[in-house]
């Protein structure tokens, strides 16, 4: 597989482009998106500033299997006008021997849940990932609490492979499982399908 992403890499889509993030340049109106208490429900570390959150964009880019990605508005959803940041993701975990990554880090503004916006993000990082890195199987997770978020994972078509338990320690101290899901090169011509149906025309 290959890696890492050319820094000019931008993922153009009808609802969303996903562009590198620029911690210094983003940061700002990132942390205004996802300045809600509901977003960081389940992800531990909730910034108090966008300095906070500017830090934790250049730690998750210094680090060598991390490709942050910035999602912006190509044109008005709800209240966001076209070319506003909507949230953030990210290629984690990344094994170029062994073909694999995961998709997280992924958070959006209360107010784009429930639209194209994240079945066409993830159909551009799985598109991206199958087609060009070269990807073999591509991993989710989520905290077990986070019924939302499996659901969505879910509608993905990606496939249910288990619960991680103790996965990890939240940030209120509680021990978090982590239901864990995954797409493999050999399903992703029917999870691509599946998706772009669900996209406006």
């Not at 598109?127 to 060009?132: K, V």
Request: glycine content about 8%; aromatic content about 8%; charged content about 25%.
């Amino acid at each position: 597989m290959t890696w890492p992403v050319p820094d000019c890499t931008v993922l153009n889509g009808k609802v969303v482009r996903l562009t590198p993030a620029d911690p210094a340049a983003d940061s700002t109106e990132l942390f205004h998106a996802l300045d809600h208490a509901e977003v960081w429900a389940h992800i531990p570390g909730r910034p108090a500033n966008p300095r906070q959150l500017e830090d934790r964009l250049r730690q998750r880019k210094s680090v060598d299997d991390w490709q942050v990605w910035i999602v912006r508005a190509r044109r008005a959803i709800g209240d966001k006008p076209a070319g506003s940041i909507l949230g953030v993701t990210a290629y984690m975990d990344v094994h170029p021997r062994d073909a694999g990554l995961e998709i997280g880090f992924t958070l959006y503004a209360p107010s784009v849940w429930g639209t194209a916006v994240n079945p066409e993000a993830k159909l551009l990082l799985l598109d991206y990932a199958f087609g060009t890195l070269g990807a073999g199987r591509i991993q989710l997770k989520t905290d077990i609490r986070n019924h939302r978020s499996q659901q969505a994972i879910a509608r993905l078509g990606a496939q249910y492979e288990g619960t991680l338990r103790r996965h990890f320690r939240r940030g209120d101290g509680t021990i978090r499982d982590s239901v864990l899901f995954s797409i493999t090169s050999e399903d992703w011509p029917t999870v691509r399908a599946g998706l772009t149906r669900r996209l406006p025309a």
